[in-house]
């Protein structure tokens, strides 16, 4: 099954071997990443961020120094999402007024990819407060889907999906709490993860008004939120997975013909456009048809629309951190606790499935690239099957595995029109806690039948 592509340059794992087997020098691959983003980025804005004269100081010493038998990433470019501090780098989450906070310290994540041998050579685009399905802000701009340059390429981390999918980076980190890492990578056809919650380390990616105040990074994981990578490809994200992972991961190796797969395409109040339900059937058609054995339906699914109900809820409690909602009703320590017991009561619920299911796939989001808006999606609606249906709505195929905490996998699986557009679609592979790896291998099975 066809899917667009906008790059035929290699992965990080192939970069990494082809400077290991001296093809070419880390200086070569990092300037060619340089002069990548100088080509396609006046009109994509992706790299909020540069950093380039340090990025080549850098690769010059590498290539000095040689790769250690523990760099699998020795010399390879790569970009993280704006809102992981990189020492000596701006990080302000889009707000003009936070523009001075430079950290000092590197992200745990930043230190272990450097460890691992990647050369960190500028940050992508956000929206304000990471808070939004496209990447805009009053200080980096607007970062355009390299597919169609009147859509968006997703957020929060947009930045990050563009940038990969344009060939300019072969990877890169963002971050996900309601589809912040898969939605883009559903939006601009490349490979998204979603870690199990963590499993990466979010220390030293907190709002820059906390970092300033407090003068130090925090180790705070908030909930829900994750990080997880971006790249062209299933094993550049296994990799990826394992390096920023704080815990270490194993894999089944089950193959994909021994699994029990549940589809989930259906959810109380959010009905998918077209556009996504028709490359999502032909691939569980295809899927079905070289022998998988694929559910539609079970007694087993939870009750899916409490579960969006409270996940709602539980999101925009943390992500404001307890304050007043603009009704003005705030949430009490009780109704904290409340929320922790039933996202307890629905993990539990999905690991019961999971008993009895190897995989569940389902769409990453309801529609395909949305047209670009002055104003937050959230705040508004998206066009589905022709109707307007509010846009949090959509957050519900996001939430089906950010509040149970679990890991998903979206791989490109087609393309399809939408609203005047053709444009790529991606599908989710959940699995269950910590099967990350797992989850990544299934994908990659799932692509090479459905990409052959």
Known sequence: MAYPQLT????????????????????EAVDAAIVRIGHFDAEIDAVAVPDFERAASIAKTMDESGPSPDQPLFGVP???????????????????????????????????????????????????????????????????????????????????????????????????????????????????????????????????????????????????????????????????AQIGGQYQLTRSGKPLSECRILAITEYPGCPIDASVAEPTEAAIEALIAAGVTIERASTLIPDLEAQQATYFKMMNTAMARGARAPNGQQATATDWFDLLDAQAANAFEWARLFDHYDFVLAPPAPVLAIPHSDKAVFEGTVRINGQDVPAPAGLAWAGLATFPNLPATVLPIGAANYEGAHLPCGMQVMGPFMSDLNCIDIAEQIGNILHR
């Open 8 to 27: 035929d340059k290699p992965g990080a794992l192939e970069t990494a071997a082809a400077i290991r087997a001296g093809q070419l020098s880390v200086a």
């Open 78 to 240: 790569m970009t993280v999402k704006e809102s992981f501090d990189v020492a000596g780098l701006q990080s302000c989450w889009g707000h003009p007024h936070l523009t001075d906070y430079v950290p000092t310290r590197d992200s745990d994540l930043v230190r272990r990819l450097k460890a691992a041998g990647a050369v960190i050579i500028g940050k992508t685009n956000v929206p304000v407060d990471l808070t939004d399905w496209q990447s805009f802000n009053p200080v980096y701009g607007r970062t355009t889907n390299p597919h169609d340059a009147t859509r968006s390429p997703g957020g929060s981390s947009g930045g990050s999906a563009a940038a990969v999918a344009s060939g300019m980076v072969v990877c890169d980190f963002g971050t996900d709490i309601g589809g912040s890492v898969r939605v883009p990578a559903h939006f601009c056809g490349v490979w998204g993860h979603k870690s199990s919650w963590g499993l990466v380390s979010k220390q030293g990616h907190d709002h820059p008004q906390m970092a300033k105040v407090d003068g130090f990074v925090a180790a705070h994981d908030g909930a829900l939120s994750i990080a997880g990578p971006l790249a062209r490809n299933a094993a550049d994200l296994a990799i990826l």
